[in-house]
């Protein structure tokens, strides 16, 4: 049976995705996965840590399983970090170093391993079918491949590598400064001067050992020469052969200076597929019908979450809960972020006026909500904005800080430039979101503009250009 052919006939290349092993790098990467699926891509194999291989079967993707020091089971990861107790205690801009040092570039050569064993699987899968990488931008364990590490004998290498960026873009911008650095955006020639100091004289000298360690981790797992550049500058973007930027232009800095076969390719997130079951929570009814009643008799939804990493629900969900909890014109839906997970061990009154979930589909709330309360993860600012909801951030760690700053820049919310505010704050921030209509039209502008990207077409077809350029490349060569 010939395989499925793309537009012009030609046959379509198997694909293999790779993905930072956390839940919030994965969860796009699996609805891209969906996509491909859908659009009768034959063979999609997803990388994945065993933690998650469910998750990626019910894609419809094939499952190939990190393994040893590269298989990261990130709920395991938070309850149990590096360093133990002490880890807590450091500042977030030093637990992001101990995070990027231990997910990132520690597991590279076993990452590289599997990349490796995955390929040759696929080799011997269909010898003749050619295979593109879909590469999620902090998979460093894929870098070895475009910086001369050989293969197993008789593997042909992939067609394409295609980077796929599922956080704000950490590529190196003489408009920006070194990310997580508390400045705002300036792109004037004083802004510029002033983002080179920060990047030659505090960023660089901090981030010595990690670009040390990066190019020391490639020559474990056989590069045959080094990325060259401080870390954090963008060759986990750049060395590929096109980078696709989840989100939409209005979100991101007007840099100028994007990378070539860089483009924004929208949102995976939106609303659920039609027929799609309703929430098992015995309050979704009320949240549906408090929905169809005409506006004066409606009450206000919040909905608050911290995400799968931070999930103390001291740090935002519980100061949430008591900034509304004499508010019976507000309903509250609290999103536990992981299944099963309940607050019966803290020590919390759940309020009359709140409703709480374990596990629930953000898309599937959202489209009951007012105001959205989160800490800033890329996925949940995403999600917001597919559903044009305006926002309150909460972030601090990770890509958080930069989310946040963008979503006050942008518009579409208020930035607690705080991971752990008050009752006060939180309910100040929300009230101030409620009564000002510009964070709404402006989140529904960007909701428009997500709109009008189909992500999942754009993948689909940069996967193809990035194959049949490397087809007609190879075709005109005299070597060939």
Same mark, same amino acid.
């Given at each position: 049976m010939p395989a499925p052919a793309s537009e012009d006939g030609a046959d379509l290349p198997s694909v293999l995705i790779v993905c930072h092993a956390l839940t919030g790098h994965l969860a796009p990467l699996l609805r891209i996965a969906a996509g491909l699926r859908a659009r009768a891509w034959p063979t999609v194999v997803f990388l994945g840590p065993t933690a998650h291989r469910a998750r990626i079967?019910?894609?419809?993707?094939?499952?190939?399983?990190?393994?040893?020091?590269?298989?990261?089971?990130?709920?395991? $990861?938070?309850?149990?970090?590096?360093?133990?107790?002490?880890?807590?205690?450091?500042?977030?801009?030093?637990?992001?170093?101990?995070?990027?040092?231990?997910?990132?570039?520690?597991p590279l050569p076993a990452q590289w391993a599997c990349v490796k064993e995955a390929l040759a699987d696929l080799h011997a899968r269909d010898?003749?079918?050619?295979? %593109?990488?879909?590469?999620?931008?902090?998979? $460093?364990?894929?870098?070895?491949?475009? $910086?001369?590490?050989?293969?197993?004998?008789?593997?042909?290498?992939?067609?394409?590598?295609?980077? %796929?960026?599922?956080?704000?873009?950490?590529?190196?911008?003489?408009?920006?400064?070194?990310?997580? $650095?508390?400045?705002?955006?300036?792109?004037?020639?004083?802004?510029?001067?002033?983002?080179?100091?920060?990047?030659?004289?505090?960023w660089? *000298?901090?981030?010595?050992?990690?670009?040390?360690?990066?190019?020391?981790?490639?020559?474990?797992?056989?590069?045959?020469?080094?990325?060259?550049?401080?870390?954090?500058?963008?060759?986990?973007?750049?060395?590929?052969?096109?980078?696709?930027?989840?989100?939409?232009?209005?979100?991101e800095y007007p840099r100028t200076d994007w990378p070539d076969r860089f483009k924004f390719a929208g949102l995976v997130q939106g609303?659920?597929?039609?027929?799609?079951? *309703?929430?098992?929570? *015995?309050?979704?009814?009320?949240?549906?019908?408090?929905?169809?009643?005409?506006?004066?008799?409606?009450?206000?939804?919040?909905?608050?979450?911290?995400?799968?990493?931070?999930?103390?629900?001291?740090?935002?969900?519980? *100061?949430?809960?008591?900034?509304?909890?004499?508010?019976?014109?507000?309903?509250?839906?609290?999103?536990?972020g992981w299944k099963d997970a309940n607050l019966s061990r803290y020590d919390v009154q759940v309020p009359s006026n709140a409703r709480i979930a374990d596990y629930l589909s953000y898309d599937a709330v959202l489209a009951h909500a007012d105001v959205w309360v989160h800490n800033a993860g890329f996925g949940a600012v995403n999600h917001g904005i597919a559903n044009g909801v305006p926002m309150v951030a909460a972030g601090e760690g990770m890509d958080k800080t930069e989310n946040?700053?963008?979503?006050?820049?942008?518009?579409?919310?208020?930035?607690?430039?705080?991971?752990?505010p008050s009752a006060e704050q939180v309910r100040e921030a929300v009230e101030c979101v409620m009564r000002d209509e510009r964070y709404t039209r402006r989140v529904r502008e960007l909701q428009k503009e997500s709109e009008e990207i189909d992500c999942f077409d754009i993948v689909h077809r940069e996967l193809l250009t990035v194959a049949k350029k490397t087809a007609r490349d190879q075709a005109a060569s005299p070597y060939s």
């Open positions: 079967e019910a894609a419809g993707a094939l499952f190939a399983p990190l393994e040893g020091a590269a298989d990261l089971d990130d709920r395991a $990861y938070y309850a149990d970090p590096p360093g133990g107790a002490a880890y807590a205690a450091l500042h977030w801009g030093e637990r992001v170093l101990a995070d990027l040092r231990a997910q990132c570039l520690d010898p003749e079918c050619p295979v %593109v990488v879909l590469a999620e931008a902090f998979f $460093y364990g894929v870098l070895p491949l475009l $910086y001369g590490a050989p293969l197993p004998e008789g593997v042909a290498r992939p067609v394409g590598t295609v980077c %796929v960026s599922v956080t704000v873009p950490a590529i190196r911008s003489v408009d920006l400064p070194p990310a997580g $650095y508390p400045f705002p955006f300036d792109a004037s020639a004083d802004g510029r001067e002033r983002n080179a100091r920060l990047w030659e004289r505090s660089k *000298p901090k981030a010595a050992g990690l670009t040390a360690l990066l190019d020391e981790r490639m020559r474990e797992a056989g590069a045959t020469r080094g990325v060259d550049e401080v870390f954090l500058s963008g060759a986990n973007y750049t060395s590929h052969d096109a980078i696709l930027q989840l989100g939409v232009p209005g979100f609303a659920p597929q039609s027929g799609a079951l *309703p929430p098992d929570f *015995p309050w979704w009814p009320e949240l549906v019908s408090n929905s169809a009643l005409p506006a004066p008799e409606r009450k206000k939804v919040v909905v608050v979450t911290q995400g799968t990493v931070e999930i103390n629900p001291h740090d935002l969900i519980i *100061p949430t809960l008591h900034a509304f909890a004499s508010r019976p014109d507000v309903l509250v839906v609290a999103i536990l946040s700053r963008r979503v006050a820049w942008s518009g579409i919310g208020v930035d607690l430039q705080s991971a752990t």
